[in-house]
């Protein structure tokens, strides 16, 4: 088991409200834009339905885009060097998108938002499959995974609320937005401690027999004869 977790009990614990947290945020800023497309396209001007779709294509294709360059990051500084700068500019994303005075704007904080919360997925899946006991993997991941839910539930209704209810000016809820993010900022700062990218030499050779000890069990029960059968079986149904 990690050192963190052998110091700190409670850590994995804290590493899934903090992730939750996390997806909660991300999923408050997709979904808050959607039902308010109109009232943007009106305050933006002459633009057209097509310049307006292609916000959230430029949001993904920058997220889909940093997935390998996050994972990169997160091997050579850590989960917390890579979480903290990335919400902190998903925070200014969401400011310059609610200042947004022209289209352009709007992709450039679209592209900012896309690279900032791309950068969040590699860091928060090493961070709860290192962290977490293999009995609480499943708890774990459903509990982080829920935030995704939870954001878009707050996202769409928030957003209908206040601006198609209670006709506040779309703007509001960006800035509303960039508060939460910074607030989650400031939740990764406090809960997630900054692992060590090196290891010492005693460390790396006690990790090498753990994971040749794993592979060696997988290896075994994958061999097994109840295993085998199963395999058989499996082969035989999809012929």
């Not at 992730?19 to 909660?24: D, E, K, N, Q, Y």
């Not at 022209?102 to 900012?112: A, E, K, N, R």
Request: hydrophobic residues 50%; aromatic residues 12%; glycine residues 8%.
């Amino acid at each position: 088991m990690d050192k963190t977790i052998k110091s700190d009990p409670n850590y994995y614990k804290k590493i899934i409200v903090a992730l939750c947290l996390g997806w909660v945020a991300i999923w408050i800023y997709r979904t808050i834009l959607t039902p308010i497309y109109p009232q943007i396209q009106e305050s933006l001007g002459d633009v057209t339905g097509t310049q307006m779709g292609l916000v959230a294509s430029v949001y993904f294709f920058a997220y889909t885009g940093m997935q390998i360059p996050s994972g990169i990051l997160v091997d050579k500084f850590g989960q917390k060097r890579v979480l903290v700068p990335a919400f902190i500019a998903f925070a200014i994303a969401a400011v310059i998108i609610g200042t947004s005075s022209t289209i352009m704007q709007v992709y450039l904080g679209s592209l900012i938002a896309g690279i900032s919360t791309g950068s969040y997925y590699g860091a928060a899946f090493s961070l709860s499959a290192k962290h977490t006991p293999k009995d609480k993997k499943s708890f774990a991941n459903a509990i982080i995974n829920s935030g995704s839910a939870l954001g878009m539930i707050i996202g769409l209704i928030g957003s209908s609320v206040l601006v198609g209810g209670l006709q506040i000016q779309w703007n509001y809820t960006l800035f509303i937005t960039a508060i939460i993010i910074v607030a989650v900022t400031f939740v990764f700062m406090l809960f997630i401690k900054q692992d060590k990218v090196s290891v010492n030499k005693e460390d790396e050779v006690e990790e090498k027999k753990e994971a040749a000890q794993s592979a060696n069990t997988s290896s075994e029960s994958l061999f097994a004869p109840k295993q085998l059968v199963v395999i058989r079986l499996f082969f035989w149904m999809i012929k």
